[in-house]
């Protein structure tokens, strides 16, 4: 009689895994399929692949336009991030210090990120900036401008959260107290608390924005080729081959995340 | 004339930009490399589509990153219109027919495509080989983007060339695909080499040249291509250079390429069908086509003007007439 | 002159007031606490003098310099504050290190610093923990230390016992004023606890609608309140109206008469009660409570509709009075409060 | 949103003086420029440049772009379309991720770590590749397509089709959901169930009547974020069914990308009138926002 | 047979054991509290009771029914948490209502029944205010009246007023204790705050280590502990070691001596003290502190290296003590407690 709700207790608990488990299954079968279909030599209209290969892994690697393709995104997306944390770290903080009541406009100004989509308003920078006073387009800077907009929502979220869950206020004036300046007391104490929400949101605009295309593709094409531009134009090669690309940069990102998250423990 | 001239000062500039001139686009790819090894002038290509190009083109000015593109005939004398193109007429410009080029050198188109039938022989018992054989099989039929892509429109003017229609008159081409959508046949997708590949289009409607190529980089067994018998169209794709090019003479030089015997030849040899007819094909490249019989029916697109004004209406009535019996 | 004197201030926040004319003046050395009901000011007081919130009037010095425009940082004062506000990202050593650190010191002064003020709050051997890790009573010393360590003139503290339980906060009562006597340390203590603040203080100022209603030692505050509200706020005050007062004790008084309950004395039946009280006043009891070492009585006296309360030491269960039983009480007139 | 960030900044401005602090602050305001700099130059003056766009045709101002759009049965369709997909595969993704959320916190946290740390991954699996992988698993002749259809499971289903679509947005829906659903679950206790219990509340009843609620806010704004998410989606939609399915991103698109014509302005005007439709939820939802809070 | 019978009750986490053999027998009516340090299984205990955790071994009955096995929502039981756990999202009158929705009352009695719940927690007018805008102790009420309006058989309450403020506690303590008189509740209250067991329950249990280690009327346990730790728990009790105290008092012990403060009398110079207490001890006074209606000197006794605490009540200041003043202590030794 003392076991039933032990045993409830176990049921719940084993009702909760399952649904994650669930999840997972049903989340994970695309990336299986592409995977599987990255390392298939052929695999038309049946339920399984014919024979396993490596081949499009070794065809691409080798490829020097692929590898110099996967440096510019990184460099570029690597630059982006920075620029993202220099700019966004300090006005969040400002925001939650100095201006607590404008948190709210900024959550309006991050919506209207998602409100243009980027098919629209690369036709617009193309307009305002391949010409005239700053003529960006057909470099990378426009792009690191670009997706900073796309990352801000993601970053500023997270700051935010952060900061929400920290005493801002409390804590600076403690650090004053104890002789630290503004900057000085941001940096040794605000700044590692928010760490591990940045990090983390910087990881996710990571994987985001190697995934960019449309910008990528308008403003700069082949001046400054990135993974999915590459992609794009070899995409009448092979879907095992663009399959091969995907995974590949799919387990780059899976991989950084890891390092990132055993680093940071 | 200045050959000599414009080969100098091409290489001089010793680069050159393309826009949607992609490696495996009518075999692209060895006309590049050609240039490159010839006169040692590098290559880029940005693929984009051909009102892409233009837009392009407009909005960069004088900050241009493509010095050449390749556009869907239709888009020259806009291009020419907006004032983007620079004009330069090859050495062989007397061999280019006249309905495909501008008179002053603005643009001129390089080859042709046929629409054809793309048929999975695996999925596919009975390979199509008219316009009606559509109609009676079993299998889906994939048209790609209708009302966007000018391959996709122009397989709707084939249609309604079969079926008595004209550039001014695709009524026949809505009813047709109508039936095919009631039949729950018409697949929604677009064409593309890797669904090809996947097995996901069952019959496809594409440009012979893309058909032909798709084929051979996929598997040359697993695909019938033909040209419908009762009826096709043919379309021209045409150069034009930027007129704010920053690499003019390079630009020059390629179209000049593309027009010479070698530049012709490696056309064909990306299945397309070259515009000069009086280059000598080589075996290989002859061995690409499809049988000339199954050209018979095919006709080139003649009122342009018509063309133009029937090709805005067409993404709206696709959706009206055909896309509402989808199931 | 005082060691810290501060003069005139006022502050509003827009519209509303917190407080004005606030004077204090605190001699070196000197615990003196700020007791006052919730929202009465007291945070932001300590605020101003911290320098970490602007002030509207008035002028703060210590040892007759003005600082009233002095950036926090260099006024020499330490704060713990009620949140503590320790540093999550650092460890106890950190959190304590960080003042001076900031001071730039060199890194084995630092050390023996941080250490001495380790073994002050006696929290040897955790050092390294993360200060997540530390319970509330803990928390407390580091917060304590970090304040202390980098030598402030002044320290401030702001409700630093109020989020913790009652045991811990009577320990912590103790060691604070034992640190504070040992480094002889002028403090300003703030608290809304009247036990606390009378267990601690040299002086208490009391606060209340945006002024200081009273100040005084410990004893003067909570024997001679100045009003209602100070009786009601130091202690269960009997308080009698003017009728009652009168018909009970035969005074003419103005405003309420305040009755501490253990200054009144509680006569058995059988006793004869102390002479120099002279009269006795026969009550019943109705009930009593258990306050560990003190027995309150709750009384009817007779004439008075008014129910006191009297308290007795819980000497002896076999003193202890039962319900109904009848009793005298007697009053010290020394002891009775004129409050308005 | 010019006029938004104006008030914003003068409101900032204001604040400041009334705390009488302007030097400390002024400093503070410095630091938010570069961020207002970027801001304006790469997303508010482009949509300056769509908003004066959709005005003009030809060359001289109009509404002839709005009253173009509204009078087509055709772009009405579009909307409604976007609308219509946009809304079911945000409630989807919504429900999904509302369920496994709440599991997700009572399960230990090894797997806890790893599904978060699987679902940022999974974050990144849009546009293109995420189309191709799911006609590799449910196209007309992918592979659970081909199993279910042996097994003689399968109904009427077609990846190509707005059920299509629908399913493959839930699916790039559900990781942003989960990410930003999953820290709002801290601000359930575990005594409120307990406290429900003992009050005679089922385990369904707490969360009709207290859980859920209480997650309102929370739910309503990552509603709003997964709508525009959705609405704005383009590469999927494309890569899945090309422009055959009539989406407002894609209506937009060809107008500005088709091999056929190009139109800018009549793209901006439906831009516009997109970005017009997401400032009307996100307005909703502040007010009932509002609301909640007020409550 | 009690009203709610506990026997045998154990429970284990995992590997480490909260408590075992726990034994309650509680009658009708009647508040006892469970009193013990931190992290002693109270919590825990409570919530067996309630259904909410399920224990490993032992029985609860109410009227002799068992109800081991009976789910939470049918056990007749309220409870009051210690974080409140209102519902955000509802106001007072939705919350105090939340139980008598789920048992489907209709909406008419409903509405009297909440309307009665609120005015014995005296919150009219606050009806229809959300619960985030209440102060602390206006939800420990909302919480109170949630948990009686549905007329549970049994309230437990768990520590509900340790998050309040000192001035606030004493009133709702008051408050809880009349409400559960006039209802006659049978109540479970658990707290970790000795003087609040004191003052409100009929019973304490005094649990430590996991296991009830004394129990009784708060008289009985405060001034008869059963060992060290309950004196040192109970009250700040003087403890004397075995050789202290043949030393100073001349008693053979085994184990230690409890000395409760205000036992001990203090007998000025000049004043005779209580002959039939016996011997008087000569003492110094080192230093005193003001607990409110208690002095507490602290004194060396000649002859004993001890320093100990004697409470006097706070009469008038002209019979305060100095420092270094001389007096005489007596001892009631019917008092004296020995312990383990
Ligand atoms: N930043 C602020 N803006 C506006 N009003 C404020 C601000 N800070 C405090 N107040 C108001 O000033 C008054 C005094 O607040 P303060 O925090 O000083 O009170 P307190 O005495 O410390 O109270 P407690 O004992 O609860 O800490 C309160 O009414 C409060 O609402
Ligand atoms: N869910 C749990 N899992 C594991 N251990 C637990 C759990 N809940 C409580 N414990 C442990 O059981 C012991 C008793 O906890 P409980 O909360 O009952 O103590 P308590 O007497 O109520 O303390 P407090 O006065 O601090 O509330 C503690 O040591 C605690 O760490
Ligand atoms: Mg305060
Ligand atoms: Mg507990």
Known sequence: MQNKPQKNLNTTQRYHRSVVFTFMTVMIFPVLATLLYSLSQRWGATVLPDSLTFDWYLQLWQDARFLHAFGNSLLLVLGTLVLCTVVIVPTAFVVFYYFPKLDRWMNILILMQFAVPPVVSSVGLLQLYADGPIPMVGTPWVLVGCYFTIALPFIYRALATGLQGLNVRDLMDAAHLLGASTPAAFLAIILPNIRKGLMAALFLSMSFLLGEFVFANMLVGSRFETLNVYLYSVRGTSGHFTSAIVMSYFLFTLFVTWLASRLSR | ?327 | MGFLEVSGLAKSYGQTRVFSNINLNIKEGELVTLLGPSGCGKSTLLRCIAGLTDLDQGSISVLGQDITSLVPQKRGIGMVFQSYALFPNLTVAGNIAFGLKMQGLPAQECEQRVADAVALVELQGQENKPVQQLSGGQRQRVALARALVVRPRILLLDEPLSALDARIRKNLQEEIRRIQLQLKLTTIFVTHDQEEAMLLSDRIFLMHGGHIVQHGSAESVYTRPASAFVAGFMGSYNLLGVSQSRALLGLEIKGQLAIRPESIYLVRSGQLGLPELGQQYPATVRHHQLLGNVIRYHLDVEGSSERLMVDELNRSSAYLLPAGAAVSLQFNRQELQEVQ | MNVISATVFADAVVSVKAKGQRFRHWRAVLILLPFVLLLTVFSLAPSAWLIVNSLKVDGDWSLANFSDILGSVFYRQAFGNSLWISVCSSLAGLALALVTAASLRRVDCTLRDITVAFTNMTANLSGVPLAFAFIIVMGTNGAVTLLLRKAGWLGGFDLYSQTGLILIYTYFQIPLALLLLYPAFDALEDDWQDSAALLGASRMTYWRCVGLPVLMPALLGTFVLLLANALGAYATAYALMSSNYNLVTIRISSLVVGDISLEPNLAAALSLMLTAMLVLVVLVNQYLLGKNHAK
């Open chain 2, 1 to 327: 004339q200045d050959m000599t001239t414009l080969i100098a000062a091409a290489k001089k500039e010793g680069t050159v930009n393309s826009l949607g001139m992609p490696n495996d686009w009518a075999n692209w790819k060895d006309t590049w490399a050609q240039i490159t090894q010839k006169y040692g002038i590098t290559h880029m290509d940005n693929d984009m589509s051909s009102a892409q190009e233009v837009a392009k083109f407009e909005a960069e000015k004088t900050n241009a990153s493509g010095d050449i593109g390749d556009v869907g005939q239709a888009f020259g004398p806009i291009a020419k219109k907006k004032g983007l193109t620079l004009a330069y007429k090859p050495t062989t410009w007397k061999d280019i027919p006249a309905w495909a080029k501008d008179e002053e050198g603005h643009w001129a188109v390089a080859y042709t495509g046929t629409m054809a039938f793309i048929s999975n022989n695996k999925l596919v018992k009975n390979p199509p080989k008219n316009w009606d054989d559509l109609l009676k099989g079993t299998y889906k039929v994939s048209v790609g983007e209708v009302g966007v892509a000018a391959q996709a429109n122009s397989a709707l003017l084939a249609v309604a060339i079969a079926k008595g229609g004209s550039e001014k008159n695709l009524e026949p081409a809505y009813k047709f695909f109508a039936e095919l959508a009631k039949q729950g046949r018409l697949a929604n997708i677009d064409p593309t080499t890797a669904l090809l590949e996947k097995g996901e289009v069952e019959v496809g409607l594409m440009w012979d040249f893309n058909a032909l190529g798709k084929r051979a980089i996929i598997d040359q067994k697993m695909f019938t291509v033909s040209i419908p018998l009762d009826g096709s169209v043919s379309a021209g794709y045409a150069t034009i250079i930027n007129k704010f090019a920053k690499n003019p003479n390079a630009a020059k030089l390629t179209r000049e390429y593309i027009f010479s015997d070698a530049g012709q030849i490696n056309l064909a040899r990306g299945y397309a069908r070259p515009i000069r007819s009086n280059v000598v094909l080589p075996q290989d490249a002859k061995d690409k086509m499809l049988p000339v019989a199954e050209y018979k029916n095919a006709k080139p697109i003649e009122d342009f003007a018509a063309w133009e004004a029937t090709t805005k209406t067409i993404a709206r009535q696709w959706q009206e007439q055909v896309m509402v019996y989808k199931k």
